[in-house]
């Protein structure tokens, strides 16, 4: 057995704790910052006010590194993997698991464990004098606590290396964050909240984040339109989206429709597909809405909590949000003529009011970055889709 180290012990189980606190709340105020291995800390999005840092919050390749992995017991140890301390024991595992590979008249055997290393690999060169052998580390109770099992027992070496690639991926991450404004709870600052770094909770993982630190779905004060929006992101974006549809097709040029697929109820629309309009009329599918919405939240450089959604699975949530958009007059929909299909556009009652106090100075003035990227978003994918038919 390695020597027992209390205090690496003792400082890792600190950390995982305030890991837990970050990845259930997205972010961590700055007073728990001391509790971060410093390696994993400056990974983190600091958030100001207008005087101070406030907290910490997950980044973009803090949440990938999360999806990339089996589950959140992974990505703790990827983020203690970050120490060296930390990490020579697991190294010298992994060490040792490459050198029975070679004993293995399969030569694919430690080709497959290398490449699966990735570019951790790189760590195993510069421990190659330590001695590797497959036994429990000082951090064994710890490992047993997370995965169930010790990272030196031969049904932990898959999970042991994975833990090291990402760990390795996260090492070399762009750390140079600016800082990102808290969210403005009155919603008065709406650049500020709808800004790159912002995190927005999908709606099916609502309640995680305090309010100043993301955008999610709340409890709304009131059914006016202005509270609702603020309330809902999605029903936000959502709102902005017809809007836009509206605006740009008063100019007589481009734009794009929202078409109901034959089949669909327009309560359960699980699948809207958005039409691209070119300037001379000629229309071509680029996607559904689900491919429209993670454009323009990539574009924005704003992230998906817990996990940037696959289209399939934000269309089914859509689904709810359309049906509620429609009863929230937010939206309407009109069956198709003659071999035409359904469409959806801006609620008139919506449309008046966007016009007017007070919702106008914010589909006036402070959501036309918004506007833009959504127009953006169409053209950019009606032009890939020309490119690929060529």
């Known amino acids: 057995m390695r020597t027992s180290n209390p205090d690496l012990l ?12 970050l990845w259930q709340h997205t972010a961590i105020e700055v007073s728990q910052k001391d509790l971060f291995l410093p390696e994993s800390l400056q990974l983190l999005q600091p958030i100001s006010n207008s005087e101070q840092v406030t907290g910490y919050a997950l980044t973009k390749s803090l949440i990938q590194s999360h999806a990339a992995l089996n589950n959140s017991a992974e990505w703790h140890l990827s983020l203690l993997a970050l120490n060296h301390e930390i990490r020579k024991y697991w190294v010298a595992l992994a060490i040792a698991r490459c050198k029975e590979a070679q004993h293995i008249q399969d030569p694919m055997v ?30 064994a109770s710890l490992e047993r606590e997370l995965l169930g099992c010790e990272l030196h027992e031969n049904s932990a070496y898959p999970i042991l290396f994975r833990i090291l690639k990402v760990a390795y991926d996260l090492q070399v991450t762009q750390t140079d964050l600016q800082n990102l404004d808290e969210v403005d709870v009155m919603h008065k ?20 984040s305090r309010d100043r630190w993301a955008l999610q779905i709340q409890s709304s004060p009131s059914t006016a339109y202005l509270d609702l929006l603020n309330a ?25 429709n929202l078409c109901l697929p034959q089949g669909q109820n327009h309560y359960v629309a699980n699948e809207v597909k958005v039409i691209a309009v070119g300037a001379e009329g000629d229309e071509i599918e680029i996607g559904t809405l689900a491919d429209l919405i993670l454009k323009v939240i990539n574009t924005l450089g704003m992230l998906c909590y817990p996990h940037t959604p696959t289209v399939n699975d934000l269309n089914q949530t859509l689904a709810t949000l359309i049906k509620q958009a429609l009863e929230l007059k937010l939206w309407q929909y009109r069956d198709g003529g003659m071999g035409e299909l359904g469409q959806f556009s801006i609620h008139p009652t919506l449309s008046d009011a966007c016009y007017s106090l007070p919702l106008s100075p914010m589909f006036g003035r402070k959501s036309k970055y918004i ?7 169409v053209l950019e994918l009606r032009q890939n889709y020309l490119l690929s038919k060529n």
């Open 232 to 256: 809902n992101p999605w029903l936000m974006l959502l709102a902005l989206i017809v809007y836009t549809q509206d605006a740009w097709a008063a100019e007589h040029g481009a734009g794009f």
């Open 10 to 21: 003792t400082k890792a189980h600190s950390a995982i704790n305030a890991q837990k606190h």
């Open 189 to 208: 600052e709406f650049e500020r909240n709808w800004s790159a770094g912002r995190i927005i909770v999908l709606p099916k993982n609502q309640g995680y």
């Open 110 to 139: 430690l080709i497959q464990r290398i490449q699966s290393l990735g570019e951790a690999s790189a760590w195993l060169l510069e421990h190659v004098e330590v001695p590797a052998q497959l036994e429990a580390t000082p951090l």
């Open 371 to 377: 506007q833009q990227v959504i127009k953006d978003s």
